[in-house]
Every structure is written in C-alpha cells, then in structure tokens.
C-alpha cells in the first residue's frame, strides 16, 4: 500500500512538472551580464505573495543536471550572495531568508560560467549559453509555482533563444510554468543564426552559435528526415518549437537533450566529410530520441527530479543505451546509412562490448545504477571493472528487438515496447516504470518473457547468445581472434618525449608482472622508446611467450623489468549474412530495417 501511495505521489510531480499553468505568478527571476568578458552573470530573484505566517525561504542551488548522472556542485560559482532581509547560508547549496511576515523577498548573487560543455554555462564576450540547474536556484517547496523570466543582455548581442514561451509579446520576458521546466530550457544569448524547418507537424529551429561548413539547406533537409524517423517510432510529437541549440566549436563535446530542445557541441569542419556530418546526424538522432524516451518517458525513480543528490536507477541501459541504439537504427531507416553500413556498426559495438575486461565484473544494470560514482568519474582502472551502459545497453537492445520480431512472426518489433511504454506510463499513469514493469511491457508484447536474458545477461554478466538471435534475421557472427600476437597487455600515453603507461589490462603480462600505471617506459630490450610506435615496432618482431627488458621510472626512480609477453585476447566481430535465408528469416530481416 505505501508502494503504491508513493507511485501517485511521484504521478502527480510528474504530472505538474510537465503540465502545471494557470497558478498566480509569485516568482520573477532576473538575469543580466554587466561584463560578460569576466564569465559572470547577476541573478536576482524576487518571490512575492509570500504567507504571513512563513518565517523564512530557503533558496536551494542544484548540484545536476537532468541527463548528465554526476554531482556537479553547481554551488561553487556562485559568490556574493546577498537579499534585502536577514540571511544566512544552512548548507554547501543552500541560503535561507528570514521573512518574519514580509509578503516579498528579493535574493541576489552572482554566478561564474566558463566551462564549455553542454552540461554547464558558459559565457563570454560573445555569447551566453546557460544551463539553468547551474545558474538559477530554486525556492524549496515552490518548485511548482509559475514564475516570470527577465534577460537582461547587452545591447550588441541581439538574439535570446530558449524553449520558453515569451510573456505578454516581451522578447526578453518569459513565461515560467514550474522550476522544472526552466531547469530543462537551455538558454542561447547573442548573435547566433537561425534555421528553421517544419517536421512531424512541429516546427524546429536550429540556433547555430559560432562558425562552421554546413549547408543551411542541406542540414535543415537532413534533420527533418531524422525527426520524422523518430516520430514514427512513437507514434506523436509532444515538441512545440523544438530548439536545436548547437554551438559550434574546434572540437566536438556531444550533446544533452531537454524537455523541448537540445543542447549540442559539435566540431565546426565536421560538416564537411561523410563521417562527421553522419556523425552529426546521429547526434542529433540521439538527442532528439530522448525528446520521448527519458524527458516524457522514464525511470520510476526519476519521475521527479530532487536537484539536491543523486538518483540512482538500474534502467540508464534503457533511456541512453535504447536511445543509442536508434541513435544508428534511425540513420538506416532515414537513408542515410545502408543496411550494410548498420550491420558494420552494430559489428563494432559488439567488439567493443565484449573485448572490455569489465563486461565479466559489471552488469549493465549496476553501469547504470552506478553511473554518478563511476561512469562520470572514470579512473586507470575502470576498463577492468565497469561497462558503458550506452554501448552494451545499445547491443541488448538490438538483441532483443530481434527477439520480439522472432516471438511475433514480425508483427511486433522494439517499436512497439516503446510505443506501449510512452502510452502507459507517460500518458495514462504519469510515472515513470520500474524494472519489473519493463520486463512486463516486453513480455506483453512479444507473447512471451525472456527471463533468461533478463537474468543471466542484462542482470548478470553473461554473454549473449548472438548466434541465435543474428540468425532469427539469417544473420551469423563471425570471430576472429589474434592469439598469435604478443602483448604487455598496456595502454600508454605520450608526453613530451616521455612514454607514461596509461592502463594495465587485468590479467594481462604487465597487470601481471608488475608494470604499474604511471610508470615511464624508458628503453626496451636496449632501445630508448619515446613513443607508443617505437614500443611497437619492438613487440612486434616478438613471439608469444618471449620475454622484455624494459627500463622504467616508477616516482622518479629507476628500475629494470622483465615481462613475459601473453598472447592478445582481443577478439574481431563481424556480422555476416548467410546464404539462402529461409522466408521467415528474411520477413525478421525486413521487420528489424522497416522495410516496405
């Protein structure tokens, strides 16, 4: 009974995260930046309509960011802070306001922004990009109160582009129906460009911020395609003038999806080649897939965001590594990658999955439980003992699409699932699923439960059985193997002319034998290394089972090694077709491309 009385609890946040309007404004936030050159900004928040018997507010600084699983202490930027009555500061986050009757309060601070990425603010001379949960706090207990929005920008930046809506014709003026959706608007200030395209019934800008090669009409074409591949998954689109905000930069830094917009990194010469403006595309694929799958659609224990720690879930694998998975499912069915490029990509995953030591330490579930302490803050050793919920979790999605297609005699695919999810738990029961209740939407969907798979490979750490679920599509899965080779087992890193060991393989010669991460690889059997392809060439002419004499610094001190050479483990994976398919491996086949 108390699960149950928490799950409409947490129903009805959800529901006024995403919904909530209509209420009397009592909040109005306002930003300005006086001197943008020195990467700050000037908040004041005003809160109004305050109850008499209230004796103080306790403002509350976020420390996440929604889609990006690490303790931020977005805190830290934040300085002089200050209010027109009594304050004190209670925590690292947290500042609170003696009211004692008053009916408004004002509190004010500045906040610094200069990290570029797309979890975090910057701002410059140039432009302002802001990530909310980094720049605005929130009143405790009023997340759910509207409030109004001020920017107040500098006369020679000329464009304000956010998925907010502007308040009574103002363009610098926005409306603000909850603290939720401000903290998943991003907001783009300055001088950027505009593209605009209409997709799936929705129209779409891309805010272009700094140079790069693209083509206006071929990128707004493009998109468009990539929007109604995703819709189709679906069945609707929630957006309403969806935002692409990109920023393009000298070098690429991903993306981070929003309620109703995007926020993208991207090199700014990617454009001009077929693998990165592909790459392009499958950025945008991903993060438009989440406009559905983790911002409306989510985990149980994410149906409503608490700012001020973690949430952990088991289900990461399903909202980035499902989203992955159509990330480069989309591109084949949009036309922009063969059904043979596809089958090379999903190749690939596959090495990458099962040649990493830690897929025999982590499940996939844990990955995702465990993504705020390990997959964010990744050491010299994490390679032995953690997965990537985005890549493993894209290869069991693919497995068990094919799985579904086989159970349904191809009438029903991974589509459906989603389909099913979204209408049940976004739309009827405004909640987000549990781990069981996912198993469940399969099961009801292929007409039957996979519990072996769920146990022993998505809840353990048990290899797929590939050969089985490729060959319900008259696939096979060839492995090659390359024990002949020779290796230390290490990954190193070149610095100035020095040769730093970066990672030791676990169970590998030097994991082994005692060369240590850190350590400077000095010489070789007599040779001076200064390079990864000098120690190379050496181990190349190697046999299994031969032994090396290195000299290395370990804390500025010289040893002698010797390490016995152990034959290279990794394994090559590569998806073929078989010859003669029969009729219901092709209709799986045809199923899983959405082939018409």
């Known amino acids: 009974m108390l699960f149950q009385n928490t799950k409409t609890i947490f129903s009805i946040l959800l529901f006024l995260s995403i919904s909530l309007s209509g209420f009397a404004q009592t909040i109005h936030y306002k930003i300005s930046f006086p001197a943008p050159q020195t990467h700050y900004a000037k908040v004041e928040i005003e809160v109004n309509d305050i109850p008499k018997d209230k004796e103080s507010l306790d403002f509350v600084m976020p420390v996440w960011a929604p889609g990006s699983y690490l303790i931020r202490e977005f805190a830290k930027g934040v300085e002089s802070v200050t209010s027109d009555a009594s304050i004190t500061k209670t925590s690292k986050n947290v500042w609170r306001v003696e009211t004692k009757g008053k009916s408004s309060v004002k509190l004010m601070y500045d906040v610094y922004g200069f990290e570029h990425s797309v979890r975090t603010s910057f701002i410059d001379a140039s432009h302002a990009a802001l990530i909310p949960t980094s720049i605005f706090m929130y009143v405790d207990g009023m997340k759910n109160e509207t409030a109004t929005l001020e920017i107040e920008k500098p006369s020679y930046w000329k464009t304000i582009s956010t998925s907010l809506k502007n308040k009574d014709g103002k363009e610098n003026t926005f409306e603000v129906p909850n603290y939720d959706i401000l903290a998943d608007s991003p907001i783009e200030i300055g001088n950027q460009e505009i593209l605009t395209f209409e997709a799936a019934g929705v129209k779409h800008s891309v805010v272009m911020y700094g140079q790069g090669n693209y083509n206006k009409g071929q990128i707004t074409k493009d998109m468009a395609k990539v929007v109604e591949a995703a819709t189709k998954v679906w069945g609707e689109n929630p957006a309403e003038d969806y935002k692409f905000i990109v920023h393009n930069s000298k070098h690429g830094g991903g993306g981070l999806e929003h309620l109703n917009s995007t926020s993208l990194v991207v090199d700014r010469m990617s454009y001009g080649t077929e693998r990165g403006y592909l790459g392009f595309l499958g950025l945008v694929a991903h993060e438009y897939f989440h406009l559905w799958n983790v911002k409306r659609l989510r985990p149980f224990a994410l149906t409503n965001y608490d700012y001020t720690q973690e949430q952990n879930t088991n289900l990461l694998w399903i909202f980035e590594g499902f989203t992955s998975y159509y990330d480069e499912l989309l591109l084949t069915r949009a036309g ?27 499940p996939v579930t844990e990955a995702s439980f465990d993504a705020w302490i390990k997959a964010y803050r990744p050491n010299e050793n994490s390679g032995n003992t953690t997965v990537s919920y985005y890549g493993q979790g894209s290869v069991y999605a693919a497995m068990l699409d094919l799985m579904i297609i086989e159970a349904t005699d ?3 695919n991974l589509d459906d699932v989603m389909r099913y999810l979204y209408n049940e738990y976004y739309k009827k029961q405004k909640r987000g699923f549990t781990d069981a209740e996912f198993q469940a939407a399969v099961g009801k969907i292929a007409g039957k439960p996979f519990p072996s798979f769920f146990e022993n490979v998505v809840y353990g750490t048990q290899m797929p059985d590939y050969a089985t679920y490729l060959g319900y599509a008259g696939l096979k899965l060839m492995v090659g193997e390359n024990k002949s080779k020779a290796t230390l087992g290490i990954r190193t890193i070149e610095s100035g002319n020095n040769l730093i060991v970066r990672s030791t393989e676990r169970d590998g010669a030097a994991y082994k034998q005692g060369l240590n991460v850190n350590d400077e690889v000095i010489s070789a059997d007599g040779f001076r290394v200064t390079s990864n392809g000098e120690l190379s060439e050496i181990l190349h002419y190697k046999n ?3 032994e090396v ?4 610094a370990r804390d500025g001190l010289l040893q002698n090694l010797t390490i016995k050479l152990e034959a290279d483990d990794t394994r090559g994976f590569e998806i073929q077709k078989i010859d003669n398919p029969s009729k219901k491996q092709q209709k799986v086949y045809k199923k899983w491309m959405e082939k018409k």
């Open 336 to 362: 922009f990658v063969s059904e043979e490029g596809y089958l090379k990509t999903l190749s690939g995953n596959i090495s990458a999955t099962e040649n990493k030591k830690g897929r025999h330490v982590q």
């Open 410 to 412: 191809a009438e029903k």
């Open 544 to 546: 299994v089972g031969d």
């Open 549 to 552: 004499e290195l000299v290395i």
